[in-house]
């Protein structure tokens, strides 16, 4: 088993555990310091290549702002006391993103994958999609390059209680 089929394996242990919520960090193009959201993410198959990703889809706003200008991201999953953190370069698509490889009708689909993979359920799809593209929606793919975490199994331990002398 690979590094990578390592980091992949404990993400879907941790996200699926967790409601496939991540803490997102981005880097600001002009400032020295992160900023930080929570998404729903999972993992899917990049359209184009096949290879595992991690996903997420973000209204435009900062994050897209900070990944459009630095094009990488870093994502934490956690469990309990465990957690697991990708980092890696990031592709776009979306209405305001259009990407050389994923057309709009691929990009409406990969839409729906990602919101599937990040625990994601809807009654009607094609409302979904409608708001998706009202809302400017884009689908973030980050390729992994690297990824870290506690030792699987790291508690954190309680106090324990003493009897008074």
């Not at 050389?100 to 409302?127: K, S, T």
């Amino acid at each position: 088993m690979t590094h990578l089929d390592d980091g992949l394996r404990r993400i879907r242990e941790l996200g699926g555990a967790d409601r496939w919520l991540a803490v997102l960090t981005t880097l600001h193009p002009e400032r020295a310091h992160p900023d930080v959201a929570v998404v729903n993410a999972g993992i899917v198959d990049h359209p184009a290549t096949g290879r595992p990703v991690v996903g997420f889809v973000a209204r435009p706003g900062r994050k897209i702002t900070n990944l459009r200008a630095n094009g990488m991201a870093t994502l934490v999953f956690r469990s309990g006391w465990e957690w697991v953190a990708v980092r890696g370069s990031i592709e776009l698509a979306g209405p305001d993103d259009p990407h050389p490889r994923i057309d709009d009708a691929d990009a409406v689909e990969l839409r729906r994958v990602i919101f599937n993979a990040a625990g994601g359920r809807h009654p009607d799809l094609d409302r979904y999609d409608e708001v998706m593209v009202a809302e400017r929606r884009v689908a973030v793919l980050v390729e992994p390059e690297r990824f870290w975490s506690n030792p699987p199994g790291a508690q954190h331990q309680e106090p324990q209680e003493t009897e008074e002398p």
